[in-house]
């Protein structure tokens, strides 16, 4: 059974961290690329950065560059998010995904991901 499940998400200042972590079972992730969205209430999902399954160089989205890293543990089959700096405006929910394709230009595009995790909220409060 394919799986990916996020967690790590909850209630921080602003100003503060948080590392998301997204668990693949039923695959193996470090033969995908793992993209992170987030989708704020009333708004659209927005692709915010990509974990390449090859070396690649990914531009994170403006609104997070600077401030959140992607990064991966094929041997524990997790990818993580980790943000720094939070702002209000980075509250909603978290997805991550996973594509057998590299990041590439489209990484902020839902339809190029196959598998998705059930999304964590993230509240950052001013």
């Known amino acids: 059974d394919v799986q990916l499940q996020a967690s790590g998400g909850g209630l921080v200042e602003a100003g503060g961290s948080l590392t998301l972590s997204c668990a693949a079972s039923?695959?193996?992730?470090?033969?995908?690329?793992v993209g992170w969205f987030r989708q704020a209430p009333g708004k659209e999902r927005e692709g915010v950065s990509c974990a390449s399954s090859i070396d690649e160089d990914i531009e994170p989205a403006d609104t997070v560059k600077g401030r959140f890293i992607v990064s991966r543990d094929n041997g524990k089959n997790t990818a993580y998010l980790e943000m720094n700096n939070l702002k209000p405006e980075d509250t909603g929910v978290y997805y991550c995904?996973?594509?057998?394709?590299?990041?590439?230009?489209?990484?902020?595009?839902?339809?190029?991901?196959?598998?998705w995790g059930q999304g964590t909220l993230v509240t950052v409060s001013s």
């Open positions: 995904a996973a594509a057998l394709i590299v990041c590439g230009s489209k990484y902020a595009v839902p339809g190029e991901y196959e598998y």
């Open positions: 039923g695959f193996t992730v470090g033969d995908y690329s």
